[in-house]
Structure formats: C-alpha cells, structure tokens
Nanobody
Framework: VQLQASGGGLVQAGDSLTLSCAASGSSFSSYVMGWFRQAPGKEREFVAGISWGGGGIILYADSVRGRFTISRDNAKNTVDLQMNSLKAEDTAVYYC????????????????WGQGTLVTVSS
C-alpha cells in the first residue's frame, strides 16, 4: 500500500486542522491505520491509530486525547485526523502509517509510511 498525507499548514494556537491520508492499492480495510509525528530534535511518536475493518478499536496518545479524532473511510481509502484546540507543542511533521498486524503505538511495528505533512502551530 502507498500512502499520501496532506492537509498540513500553519495555524494559530486554538485553531483546528484536518489531516488526510489517501491509500492506494487493494484491501485498504484490512490495514490498521495510524498517525505519528516527529517534532524537531525529537523522536517519532504515536498520535492515534484505528483498527482494520470498521475501526472499532481506536487508540490515542495521552497528549492528544480529547482534542484529536481519527477516522477512516474504507470506501474512499482514506484516514483522517481531525485536530482541535491545537497547541504549539503539536508542531511537527505528521506521518500516516499502515500495517496489517495489531494496532500498537510502537512505530517500529508499522510497515508502510507516507511522506509526512508539516503542521506548524504558532502561539
């Protein structure tokens, strides 16, 4: 599967932004989908993930729970990350990822990665 992330940009603290990841290839619904981010000088970290199929299992990092919402549309082969109440510390390159194993927050366990989209939140 190939992944293409989009939707990043420059926003102010408190604003909202939606990232979208489009997947090419077949059997999108069989993939666990996730979003990770990497801030300057920091390691890549898990943001949110959604299970395969209907997405009945969703995980969030503590830092974004209650502000971010992940969702998937298997008909369109997309996974979105709705980000509300953005903070300066949310500034990072956001990556879409996919895998066909279990939904886990460890980036080493994800096989497929998109190119990343930059989100900058000014305070």
């Amino acid at each position: 599967v190939q992944l293409q992330a989009s939707g990043g940009g420059l926003v102010q603290a408190g604003d909202s932004l939606t990232l979208s990841c489009a997947a090419s290839g077949s059997s999108f619904s069989s993939y666990v989908m996730g979003w990770f981010r990497q801030a300057p000088g920091k390691e890549r970290e898990f943001v949110a993930g959604i299970s395969w199929g209907g997405g009945g299992i969703i995980l969030y990092a503590d830092s974004v729970r209650g502000r971010f919402t992940i969702s998937r549309d298997n008909a369109k082969n997309t996974v979105d990350l709705q980000m509300n109440s953005l903070k300066a510390e949310d500034t990072a390159v956001y990556y879409c990822a996919a895998d066909q194993s279990n939904l886990v927050p460890d980036s080493d366990d994800w096989k497929y990665w998109g190119q990343g989209t930059l989100v900058t939140v000014s305070s």
